[in-house]
């Protein structure tokens, strides 16, 4: 449980990741970034939505934070966009709030290459609001697609691969981008820090392959993911 502080609510995303920057440290421990995700994540999940053209609006219901260091601070090896992850080398820092697709789904990505450390958060569970038929949209198993739902359906997804399949179609221009809108108001509830899912601890701090213990992975115990329960349309 946790106390929404009103000088972060009051800030839009890109305002809150830039503090961010600014002030967390190269050699940050786990215990500052567990309180700087808890600050940041209302703002993912009550500060706006992703605006696809004049058509849909995507809201992120679950978002969960990722954080690696390339030097001395803190390690998360699970992160797909860093160094010595895919290729033997280096490799360059995202422009700050880039959309990242990648196998698990789309992060929001604010990487900072003079403090040298990956950051992003992951769309987990999100709504999808079609502007033009004043509806939701929910994906469906059965057909392979996305469609209205019905009265009676959760409206959100959280079959976070299948975000980047519905944005593929959009093209990478300014078709797609990231708008503030304040429902902070709405707030009710008292978001609680959970585990990343599917994360487990990794032997190595640069290569992800996950510690056993009697034949069962070993989930990583940081707490970096947060969920929205309540609607805000």
Request: aromatic fraction near 16%; hydrophobic fraction near 35%; include cysteine.
């Amino acid at each position: 449980m946790f106390n929404l502080k009103i000088e972060m609510l009051m800030d839009t995303l890109e305002q809150s990741l830039k503090k961010f920057e600014e002030q967390i440290k190269e050699n940050t421990q786990k215990e500052e970034l567990q309180q700087w995700f808890v600050k940041l994540a209302p703002v993912f999940l009550y500060g706006g939505y992703i605006q696809v053209r004049d058509e849909y609006k995507i809201y992120i219901r679950t978002v969960e934070f990722y954080f690696h260091s390339e030097t001395d601070g803190v390690h998360d090896p699970i992160v797909y966009h860093r160094n010595n992850r895919y290729i033997d080398g280096n490799v360059p820092y995202f422009p700050f709030m880039s959309i990242h697709a990648h196998a698990s789904g789309l992060d929001i990505t604010f990487e900072c290459e003079k403090k040298h450390y990956r950051a992003s958060a992951l769309i987990r569970a999100y709504e999808i609001w079609d502007v033009r038929q004043k509806c939701y949209l929910i994906y469906d198993r059965f057909i392979q697609k996305f469609r209205k739902c019905k009265d009676e359906e959760h409206v959100f997804n959280s079959q976070s691969t299948f975000l980047y399949d519905f944005l593929n179609g959009f093209g990478k221009d300014s078709s797609i981008q990231w708008c503030n809108e304040d429902k902070f108001n709405t707030i009710k509830e008292q978001i609680k820090p959970t585990y990343r899912k599917g994360v487990f601890e990794s032997i190595y701090p640069n290569e992800y392959v996950p510690k056993e213990k009697d034949g069962h992975k070993i989930r990583d115990e940081r707490q970096w993911s947060f969920t929205r329960k309540e609607f805000i349309l």
